[in-house]
Structure formats: structure tokens, C-alpha cells
């Protein structure tokens, strides 16, 4: 018997996309299988943002893919340039702003319209040898199964790596959002066009959402965040709204919609915004370790009434099973919440829960010491300040959770702390 393909269901989508954006992005997506198909790989750029999978590495993706084709479609050589998305597929919806923005912008119902990681038709070690390179967005450096592409350009609003030097452009600032890096550059080399492509309202106006929900609608954005949104409103079909407004209005329906998970389970939590890869460490017997991250808004002891049993054993199977899935050797949840205080104020507490598993390269012996070494770096930084949970002691071996008040401690805070911390373990 015949088993149906496992990367997509075999029915048709509800819905196929309308207009320009979801046809280019739907064709593009064709052609690039076509020619992996017959051994073109080598003349496609694939634009990827980090595996979170969140609107901003989305639409950035998506905007440079899209301008690098237009912008060289009537020049002695074109480029073929695919956006990828590092999210599964079925983990798209896991983020419900996502799923409206790409419905407010058109596009095919199941995500039938972008390449996603788990429908590449080869291994990223293999592919990324034989593409004509990765353009990196909203992400400093390439995932390790990507480290032998060809990096061409670089758009980050993180922390410079000094990955690749020679990548053209190469841009690292700060903003709220980096696709106003990218949605400013594509401006700029357009207008210098002889003549200007056509620019899909949809695309723009998804370029304006993303911007909003990153920047609080422009509360929290920069000059730069600013003048973008200003120029991409102005080509869009908004073009008569005032900025304030209109940005205001795309924050609130998006923040609104990435505020509704109440309806995901502990497992679609943890894998929601998940982002790993390899460290290397100076250990002579494991060389790199697998070290991932999950942000996720509600407490802990929210997240276990979210389980079957509604007990911490069941929260830590849970993370076992899909921390095994994904090959992790160390797992840190980071979740936000808020509380009360007596004077009826809110105040925003963070957990770190440290998880460090023993079957996948190392044994248990060093995982204990590696455990050791990660619960001592957060243990003693001084500028988290952070306290073992409550009931620290009814957790079981190699597992710990802290409880901290830094506002601004989260990912981009944390992961340098603790990679640090492997990146020292030598056992």
C-alpha cells in the first residue's frame, strides 16, 4: 500500500491565494523544486530568517526574496532568490499573528504558498554546498547545518557577530523590527531603478503589520522604524491614513491575535519559538553540544495545569519528549508573565527553567557537570539577580528554575550567558 505524502496533506487548500504577492510567491516556491529537480540547486539564493519562526523573520524572508528577484529580472543576470522559512510547517499556526497577517495579505489557506524547513527536498548540510548562497534576516550567524553556504548578504537588528565581513550589504542596527532594514534597503535600491518594479499592496501592507507588532505601533520604534513605515504607507493602498492611526490599529489586531494560545497544549508551547543549535565546547570527548530555547508567556505553574495530570513530573515528560525529538542536550525555558503587586500594579516576573538530558551525546557524568556549569553562570550573574524557584526541591536531577525581576532578560540576554557557560565546559 501506497503511504501518501507526509509532508503535506493530500487535500486541497480551502482557499488558494489572490493576487500578485501569493502567485509570485507560489511560483517561485514551484520553480525552486523544479530546479532542485534537475540539478539546479546552484542557481538559487535562499533568503532565511532564525527558526522561531516569528512575523519579522517571515516577512523579511519573504521582502528581500521578493525584491531580488524584480530588481534583476530585466538585467544581463537575473537572480532566483527562494524565502525559507526555519519553522515545520504544521508550527506556522502555532503563531496566530502569522496566520492573520498571511490572510490579511492574501495568501493560500495551509501555508501552500512558502517553502518551509520541513519540505526542502534535501538535507541543509547537503543543499547548502550547492545553492548559490543564503542571504541571512533578523538572524547574526547561520544555524550549523548551514554553515557551508555562502553567506551573501546579512540583515540583523541583533548583535554583530562578524559573521562574514564580505557580505554585501551587511547591515547590523538597532530597531525594533528588521524588516525596516530590509524594507529601507529595498526602497533605496528601487527608486535607483531605471525603472521600478511592481510592488504588491499585500506585500506592503504586510511590511506595515510586522513593523507595528514589533514596535508597539510605533511607541517603541525608532526614527528609523518611523521614516520606513512612513515610505512603505505611502506606496500602499493606506496611503491616505495617517501613519499613527494605521499603526496603531495593525499593533493592536495583531497583539491581540498573538495574545490567543490559550489553546495550545505544553508541547505546541515549548515548540512555538523554539531556536537551537550547536556549541562548541573544548571537551576533548564531546565537541559540540545541542542547546535550545523556548520563550513562552505564562508561568510555570500555568504551563502545568496545561498537562494531562496537571503535576511537574508530567511538565518535565513533556519537555523530555520533545526535547528527544529535536536531539537537544540542554533545554532552557524562558517564560514572562505578570503579577499584582498589593497596590493593584502589575509587575512582570521571568522564569528560566534549566533541563539537561543525558542519552543524546553526552553521558551522564558530564551531563551532570554541564549541569553544574550552566546553574552556576546563572546562579552567579549578578545583573540577573535571579532566586531558585519555590519548590526547587521537588524537582528531580539536572532540573532547576529560577525566578527573576531584569525586564529586559530575555533570549537575547540569556543565550549569551549560558553559551558562554558551555563554551567553557571542558569535562
Known sequence: MVKPDSTRSSRRPLETGVGHFSEWSRETKRQFLIDWQAGKSS??????????GDLDSMTAALTWAYHLQHA??????????????????????????????????????GHMDLLTIDELPEDPETLSTRVKGIVLVDHPSPLRKWRDAKIISIFDHHTDKGVAPDAKPRIFEKVASCTTIVARQMLDELEDLPEEY???????????????????GLKSGTDEDRKTSDRVLRRSNWRRSRLDERMKDLSDTLGDAKKDLGHLGLRDLLRRDWKGDLVDTPSPRTPTVSLGFSSIPYSFE?????????ELFDW?????????QVGADISV????????????????????????????????????????????????DKTLNAKRWHRADELGRRQMIWVHERQDAGRKILRPIIEAAVESWDK
Open 302 to 310: 500555568q504551563q502545568v495545569e496545561k498537562t494531562e495530570f496537571g
Open 43 to 52: 542557481e538559487w539564493i535562499i533568503v532565511q530568517g532564525n527558526e522561531g
Open 333 to 380: 525555558a524562558l517564560n514572562k508573565y505578570k503579577v499584582k503587586d498589593g497596590r493593584g500594579k502589575k509587575r512582570k516576573i521571568r522564569e528560566i527553567v534549566l533541563v539537561v538530558r543525558c542519552d543524546v551525546r553526552i553521558n551522564e557524568d558530564q551531563a551532570d557537570s554541564l549541569f553544574e556549569v550552566v546553574s552556576s553562570a546563572i546562579d552567579n
Open 316 to 324: 518535565f515528560a513533556i519537555e523530555a519528549a520533545w526535547t528527544a
Open 72 to 109: 534583476t529580472l530585466n538585467s544581463s543576470d537575473p537572480l532566483k532568490a527562494v524565502a525559507l522559512l526555519q519553522t515545520p510547517t504544521d508550527a506556522l499556526d502555532l503563531r496566530p499573528e502569522n496566520k492573520l497577517a498571511l490572510h490579511n495579505s492574501q495568501m493560500s489557506s
Open 198 to 216: 511592481h510592488m504588491p499592496h499585500e506585500l506592503l501592507e504586510l511590511i506595515l503589520g510586522t513593523i507595528a507588532i514589533d514596535s508597539g
